[in-house]
């Protein structure tokens, strides 16, 4: 019968190890995985490798060990553990939990007293055991019945050692590495060891002489007079390094082995937690039988569907109820281009009445155009601003338009993922009715809405129209309660409008700009192309990362930084580090930067122009991110790059539509730093703006000591990179990533800054307190963020949650003020019925497609509008330009 494996893993080591490893990787939430991720990577490869029969993980505990009581020293010199990493260590534990994996810890001794003595327990029932660690101290316990696995650069490369190898590559026993860790010391851990041996003098003399002890029992005859003299001094310190350096293999565990026997999961509870940390490849380990969701379809419909004979009579009973619900439906997905088939309406107190559009089109607008314009009538909907564009497209201008079901849950749940009716319906009515998606299918074989039948379309529209006016009363019940009674009607609701009329109107686009940029990008790939072959003595595939790894690290033998699962790194961190070892690295960095960008924004802008309009629609989403920020899809304009020349020059083709109108772009000023300033009261920040001075420049002279006029560029850079990173929360760790520091000189930057900014700091401690106190965060206009997280057990949660009470007020206030500039913008120029459009919103700034006889009057407009919309004590300021296309307003 084969020996069956022990598989013993160093819980803090692998974790660590990982972190290292692996970019800092976040949830949408904010949560960091990226050392969750590299050790479940391990372990599951451990898994497979192996098939462990028994399996326990050792974690290091708080506090000290009994070798600090030996000497105080031990690990003094180890850097306190980043927030980001610390903050995972609770994750990986409840992970452990649901796969019901045995997590061993005890006071007063280490991770590796706990696996040493495993492994002698492992051995005693003639267990082949396997020791998982990154800590090279292990190689002491390795045997013939137990190897130790090293974790190489990366997370998924492990160097095997048992004690043949071990004997082979270094000449000694693997229990002899107590000793040479006694002559040598360990800096990591604060051993001191004898001063002057490292591991080639230590290793000659474990070789002679076996161990310390004979060391000293033969110290005259020890060759080399300084060597001789260092051991002579430091004998005492050998000894304690040996011991500090001794895994105990007799610590007194509760546990048997039997007691380690490998248990199936918890794999509902397992899923849940890879669902929450958006590990979506680890849900393929999840079996199947696991992860299906089974739903239920319940729901009596009550609809009609009515010709243009009846038209007349829907008008009079929509006029009677004063209120009518609506929904538009398109042939496909591509609500901006496709034909409108049909209309769903349901007059309050009534069914369902639905209307095929595709014959009697000039009778609908004829006889409901009135109904929809008239300012008497109440209509309400779900996802509105789809059914106004439609509306657009028929020179139909609704007026009074008082629920969306959609944003009404966006204030009430702003975390929510899913806003579809029928899973509101589910959440508030315990009744799923038909979903889209089981409508039309999904993937390569989904439908369109002229492919299915009339009256599965009716009763997906009946359901959809009389969930909205059930759920209006509940919904607004909830938002008068929590005070956004102002947001939802003068910010959000206006504002699907202002949305619906940017994507109707789009973007123009030179279409001649981006094909002659797009053939100067070509030309510069190929230059490359030609340049990076020549330097790598070879042909070879640029966009094969496995190829470009063998190039430089085999054929140029350049330093290996990373290696990967399937071989070397070649991301753009590894890149970064190896750029001044050869040219050929910065012509791969370039070429990687000019082949997205011509695919994504070239190839991918192209592709997306409009050919009846020959402009851009992108889809601006109301309901996407958690800080109420507007985002926009199809393109992503807001990732265009700004940053590099290359990226800017994409905006050259965003040009206004002819020569009668130029674009204006109205850019708020670190509005975000403006409301950090109002919401804490802090008086230097205040004053800095009242006084227009540049808030970087005067926080470096303030919290460096430097006059004004001696600032640095490097001081400043330093000084805005903390200005805004305080609003997001961030650590030491991640500072010094920024700014490429030490951590204890980010730590310096971030306590000076809050010792100037008093009430900055005091603002960072109230908000967190009052978020735990009252399970949420308001901004300026109520819009609430209710943060479960603040009372979370686990710290890494916990921690996410602090980040969010204090970045939520100042973020989500910025993007209250940016929407209600663009809804006062928008009717400023409706009101006077100007040829001047809004057409986009990024980040802070909005673009106005401007008339010439109106540009004096847009400008005065956007500029009073955009820096008066609210009353702050750090004075908003909007910094306007004009230009001939997006490019020129930079």
Known sequence: MDTKNFVIIDGSSLLHRAFYALPLLSTKKGIYTNGVYGFLTMLYKIQEDYTPAYICVAFDKKGPTFRHKEYKEYKGTRQETPSELAQQFPIIREILDAMNITILEMQEYEADDIAGTLAKMGEQKDLD???????????????????????????TELEIFDREKIISEYGIEP????????????KSDNIPGVPGIGEKTGLKLIREYGCIENVYKDIDNVSGKKLKENLIENESIAYISKRLGQIITTVPLEVEVDDLIVKEADWYNLKQQFEDLEFKSLLDKIPKEFTQKNEEINYEYDFKNVDKSKFEDLANYIQKSGKFAFKFVNGNSNYIESSI????????????????????????????????EDKTIKKIGHNLKLDIVQLFKLNIHMDNFVFDSMIAQYLINP?????????????????????????????????????????????YISFMLDTVFKLEPTMLD?????????????????????LASMEFYGFEIDKDELIKLGKEYDDEINDLTNSIHELGGMEFNINSPKQIGEVLFEKLNLPIIKKTKTGYSTDVEVLEKLKDQHPIVNNILRYRQIVKLKSTYIDGLLNLINKETNRIHSSFNQTITTTGRISSTEPNLQNIPVRTEDGRRIRKAFIAKNPDYKLLDGDYSQIELRVLAHISGDPKMIEAFKNNDDIHQKTAS?????????????LRYRAKAVNFGIIYGISDFGLSRDLNVSRKEAKEYIQKYLENYKLVKEYMSDIVNKGKEQGYVETLLHRRRFIPELKAKNFNVRSFGERIAMNTPIQGSAADIIKMAMVKVYNELKKRNLKSRLILQVHDELIIETYVDEIDLVREIMKDTMENCIDLCAPLKVDILMGDSWYDTK
């Open 478 to 498: 909830t938002i008068e309660e929590q005070n956004m009674d102002e947001l939802l009607f003068d910010v959000e609701l206006p504002l699907i409008e202002v």
């Open 702 to 714: 303030e919290v460096f000591h430097v006059p004004l006029e001696e600032v640095t560029p490097v």
């Open 341 to 372: 088939i049909g209309v769903g309406i349901k007059p309050k107190g009534e069914a369902t009445y639905y209307i095929n559009l595709e014959n009697n089109m000039d009778e609908f607008v004829s006889i409901f155009k009135p109904i929809f």
């Open 415 to 459: 975390s929510q993922t899913d806003y579809s009716i029928n899973q509101l319906s589910e959440d508030y009515f315990g009744t799923y009715g038909i979903s889209e998606e089981d409508l039309l299918g999904k993937g390569k074989n989904a439908k369109n809405f002229n492919q299915i039948d009339l009256e599965e379309i009716s009763k």
């Open 129 to 155: 055991v396997i020791l998982v660690t990154g800590d090279r101290d292990y190689l002491q316990l390795a045997s013939d019945k137990t190897k130790v696995l090293i974790t190489r650069k990366g997370i």
């Open 175 to 186: 229990k002899q590495f107590i000793d040479l860790k006694g002559l040598m010391g360990d």
